[in-house]
């Protein structure tokens, strides 16, 4: 919902800003005068034409500065995950703003063909030091745009393309967008640029310049990162393909620390980039190294072509980057609701920390917690090698947490209808498998005394 009003009043903004510019008449009807000239196509072309383009570059500026990672932007969007969320719909509708400006454009030659050039609307006025870069700055927006269709149908057709060349290809993002400044610029009437419009659209073209710059010079999450090294690996459970292996990491004395259920984005090689990786351990609750310096565990299971190889390639000693804390999924609601703690597979990880916190002398008890009822779905109870130790957890939390295992190997799936039996406005916090989410979710629109907090790692 945040994300829909985010979009929603972003573009609403603009369209007020571009309503308190253009004429009180906007000239749109008749269509066609008595004449037979297509004046009301003509001026309806136009308008969406300008406004079409008015909400795509805006939308490409708001995508640039998202990408800065912002921690402040974390706690009105409900966290990193939810600003990568923006960043990801916001390049989708300017997308398809881009394709409607395109379209609106290309309406020329059939208004032509139909009804001739009677009606047309002389050619709007530009900045005078532009004027000559008309076609140049025409021919450039068309480029970018080709090219950045293509961009959003990699970044959503994520199968057509592993990981390592889609970070290399969206990294020509802000040379696009920055392509894309320059069409605006030289091709944006003269009367845009007055007040309130001028100082909008000049502000988000500047903050979206320099966000693209600072995206091109590598600074991105710069001042977040912490060079550290792995100070323990161990494969859990049976050591089979797919078990899940356990990564200590020792960093420096600048770490910041962090609270329970937040991630990091995590590089082992600089070939392949960073991911993000909850952290599976409470602050404190590891304690330090040897040498004085924090540690921290990840637990990453075998998922995907990467985190498949990391049980061979990592080792102790071995560097690591670390770019974070993010996030805000901290497993607390408000005191009228039952709190409800819902995991499948890896999604365990961020309640593993959550856990650790709860324990008797952990560092971070704060009185605001509440009791928990926990459900965790495992393929297998038998096998599955986080289930001990979270059974240990829950029965030493406190507040206490009252945890129910739904085993797959045993029919026991988890329902949405399983939550039901606990009563009353449910806060349900969620992390697991998408297809688990997506029913939940959807239960939880029928059911309104739910309020569903959601984690998504899907950040491309």
């Given at each position: ?23 009180p008449?906007?000239g749109v ?32 500026s ?21 600003v ?17 400006h ?11 063909g ?7 609307p ?116 049976d050591?089979?393909?797919a ?23 995590v ?9 993000p ?71 365990i ?40 130790r ?45 297809g ?25």
């Open positions: 919902m945040r994300i829909k009003m985010a979009l929603g009043g972003f573009l609403f903004v603009i369209t007020l800003a571009w309503l308190a510019v253009v004429p008449e906007l009807s008749p269509l066609v005068d008595a004449q037979g000239a297509a004046t009301g196509w003509w001026r309806l072309r136009q308008h969406v034409l300008y406004l079409s383009g008015l909400w795509s570059i805006g939308l490409m708001l995508i640039m500065v998202l990408a800065l990672r912002l921690p402040w932007l974390e706690r009105p969007l409900g966290g990193m995950d939810q990568y969320r923006l960043h990801k719909w916001a390049g989708i509708g300017a997308a398809l703003m881009a394709i409607l395109w379209g609106a454009d290309e309406s020329s030659d059939w208004i032509k139909l009804w001739g050039r009677a009606g047309r002389a050619r709007d006025a530009v900045l005078p030091w532009l004027t000559d870069a008309r076609g140049l700055a025409k021919d450039l927006g068309e480029l970018a745009f080709y090219l950045l269709l293509a961009l959003v149908a990699l970044t959503l057709l994520t199968r057509l393309l592993s990981y390592r060349p889609w970070r290399f290809l969206h990294r020509l993002m802000p040379v696009l967008y920055l392509a894309l400044v320059v069409h605006a610029v030289s091709l944006m009437p003269l009367t845009f640029w007055t007040l309130p419009l001028g100082l909008l659209m000049g502000t988000l073209l500047a903050l979206g310049s320099l966000a693209a710059v600072w995206s091109l010079a590598g600074r991105i999450g710069r001042a977040r990162q912490h060079v550290g090294r792995i100070h323990a690996v161990r494969v859990l459970g050591g089979g393909g078990a899940p292996i356990e990564v200590i990491c020792a960093l420096p004395a600048r770490w910041p620390g962090h609270r329970a259920g937040q991630f990091v984005f590089r082992f090689d600089d070939a392949e980039g960073a991911h990786f909850t952290i599976a351990s409470a602050p404190g609750s590891l304690g330090t190294s040897e040498q004085g310096e924090p540690l921290l565990r990840l637990v990453i299971k075998p998922l995907g072509d990467y985190t498949r190889t990391l049980g061979h390639r990592l080792q102790a000693g071995q560097r690591v980057d670390i770019e974070g804390p993010y996030g805000c999924f901290d497993g607390r609601g408000r005191r009228r609701r039952q709190q409800v703690w819902v995991a499948g597979g890896v999604g990880t961020p309640f593993l920390a959550l856990l650790e916190a709860r324990q008797p002398g952990a560092p971070d008890t704060p009185d605001a917690r509440q009791p928990v009822h926990m459900h965790y779905s495992t393929r297998d109870a038998a096998t599955d090698p986080l289930l001990p979270l059974r240990a957890l829950c029965a030493q939390a406190r507040p206490p947490v009252s945890l129910t295992v739904h085993d797959d190997a045993r029919g026991e799936r988890l329902r949405p209808e399983d939550l039901e039996a606990i009563g009353g406005p449910l806060d349900i916090w969620f992390c697991g498998p998408r688990m989410g997506d029913g939940l979710q959807a239960h939880a629109r029928a059911a309104r005394p739910w309020r569903l907090h959601r984690e998504s790692f899907a950040m491309r």
